[in-house]
């Protein structure tokens, strides 16, 4: 068998959007699906959608938490839970942190190991593809937090 390792995985929100479970849906992506596939490994990345006010778009990413725990979809705690089949947890576009450094620990106790920096536009941590800013001053600090508490900062959509 070839090992899969799947870096962005947008089905846990689309989950949430249509009421769907992990084990047999009609998305892309499913447990069903992927089943023949060992290993298997999925990061699922909790979009911060760009047409949401950065408040509305956390609010959103714990509605898509609370969702996940309903269909008992374990996020590892550590890398090496890969390996027993756990999912990797993300968040593309780091705006949801809201200028509150503390959102950090609360992303880490949910499970997140990657968050993308920005995607779009500058948000409060820096710029993104479309842009020519760089890091604030805040963003090093989100970084430096970031490291911290062994979440990778993802820099895919970053100036």
Partial sequence: MIPLFDLHCDTLLSLYKENFTLDSSPLHISNSKTSNFSPYTQVMAI???CRLSSKDAYNQYKNVIEYAKRLNINF???FSDILNGD???AIEDGRIIENDIS???EFKNDGVKIITL???GINQICGSWDTDASLSEFGKDFVEKCFEL???PDISHTS
Avoid: P, Q
């Fill in 150 to 152: 062994s979440i990778i």
């Fill in 76 to 78: 590892a705690r550590k």
């Fill in 118 to 120: 920005s995607w779009s």
């Fill in 103 to 105: 959102r950090l620990e």
């Fill in 47 to 49: 979009w911060s959608d």
């Fill in 87 to 89: 999912k990797i947890l």
